[in-house]
């Protein structure tokens, strides 16, 4: 059930990770998974573990639309495909702040694109 920005990006502010759900690019259907983030202010990154060979990713590029979940609120954003290696070197190191450099070396082997999303 939608809930209003602010208290999803209130539940958003203390997870760890938040499930999103895009629509498949030649399927049509809806597709789900958790993932991790960083928020900062209105903005929400999310970086594919496989970079541009992500599934999810090439589904955004195709329908920009993701459905984010986490405690049970829900809300619907436009996605923006960052693909500038400069802007995506930034959100990368985001993450290596947020969960470590390990554990984003660990679980992350391409860096050549990113999501950015408006939560407004």
Known sequence: MPVPVNSLKERISRASEINI???GRKSG???SRPV???LEGD???LLPV???????YQNVVKNPRIEVEVGGAKGEFGAIPVTEPAEVAVIADKFRK???PGD???YYSK???AVLMALK
């Open 21 to 23: 759900t895009v629509t």
């Open 29 to 31: 259907r809806k597709s």
């Open 36 to 38: 991790w983030f960083v």
């Open 43 to 45: 903005d929400l990154n």
């Open 50 to 56: 496989e970079g541009s060979d992500t599934q999810w």
């Open 98 to 100: 947020k969960y470590g």
């Open 104 to 106: 984003v070396k660990k």
């Open 111 to 113: 860096f050549d694109v």
